[in-house]
C-alpha cells in the first residue's frame, strides 16, 4: 500500500485550532479514543509500550497513580514547557490530554492480558492500527497538535534543529527515563518504534484516496 507524506484536506478540517464545528467531533474524539486503545493493547500485551507510555509506566509506578493519570501528568507538564517555547494550545491539544489518558486506563482496566502467544501478537499488530488510524483522524482535523507534538514543534521551531532529530531524541529521552523507573521495555517497543510511521502514512493514503472518492 502506497503512504501519505501529507495530511489531506478533509471536509472536517478546521480552519483554526479553536474554531471547532459539529462534523469535526466524531473525527476528533473517535482518532483520539483509537489512539488511546491502541496504546492500551500495546501495555496490555506486555511486550513492551511506545516510549512516552513507558515513561508513563515508570511515573505512574513511583507516584502510584493509574497510566493514564500519569499520561494526563505528562501531557500537563509539556503544556507547561509550550510557554518558554511560544506554542499555542488548540481544542484539539485539550481534547488529546483527556481523551487518550482516560481510554488508556479504560484499555488497561477493560482488556484482560493475554497468555497466548499468538493473541499477544494480536494485541501489537491492533495497537499499531488503532494508533495509525486514530492519528490520521485526529490529524486531519487540524485542531492544535497534542501536547507532545507540540513539545517537538516547539523545540524544532525555537532552535531550528530537523524535527526528526528532535523527534529522535525526545523519544530516547523518555524511553531511558522510563525504563530506569521500571517502565515495561520489549519487543513491542521496537516493533512499535519502527512500523507506526507507515501504519499513520497508510492510513492517510486511505483517507486521502476515499475523500477524493466521495468527492468525485
Not at 517502565?183 to 497508510?202: E, L, R
Request: net charge positive.
Amino acid at each position: 500500500m502506497k503512504l501519505s507524506h501529507k495530511i489531506p484536506v478533509t471536509p472536517w478540517r478546521a480552519r483554526m485550532s479553536w474554531s471547532v464545528r459539529p462534523r469535526m467531533v466524531v473525527p476528533l474524539f473517535g482518532g483520539l479514543a483509537a489512539f488511546g486503545f491502541g496504546e492500551g493493547l500495546l501495555v496490555q500485551s506486555q511486550w513492551g509500550a511506545s516510549p512516552w507510555t513507558v515513561f508513563a509506566e515508570g511515573i505512574a509506578k513511583h507516584a502510584q497513580i493509574s497510566l493514564g493519570w500519569a499520561t494526563a501528568l505528562i501531557s500537563c507538564v509539556a503544556l507547561l514547557a509550550w510557554i518558554l517555547l511560544r506554542q499555542r494550545p488548540g481544542f484539539g491539544t485539550i481534547s488529546n490530554l483527556v481523551i487518550i489518558a482516560y481510554t488508556l486506563d479504560l484499555t488497561t482496566y477493560a482488556v484482560a492480558v493475554p497468555h497466548a502467544v499468538w493473541l499477544k501478537v494480536v494485541y501489537v499488530l491492533g495497537a499499531v492500527l488503532s494508533v495509525g488510524v486514530g492519528s490520521a483522524f485526529y490529524l486531519t482535523c487540524n485542531l492544535g497538535p497534542g501536547p507532545r507534538d507540540g513539545l517537538m514543534t516547539g523545540l524544532h521551531r525555537r532552535f531550528n534543529v530537523s524535527v526528526v532529530y528532535v523527534r529522535l531524541s525526545i523519544e530516547v529521552v523518555v524511553l531511558t527515563i522510563g525504563w530506569l523507573l521500571g517502565g515495561t521495555v520489549g519487543i513491542a517497543t521496537a516493533f512499535f518504534a519502527a512500523t507506526i510511521g507507515f501504519s499513520i502514512g497508510a492510513s492517510l493514503n486511505v483517507m486521502e484516496r476515499t475523500v477524493n472518492w466521495r468527492r468525485a
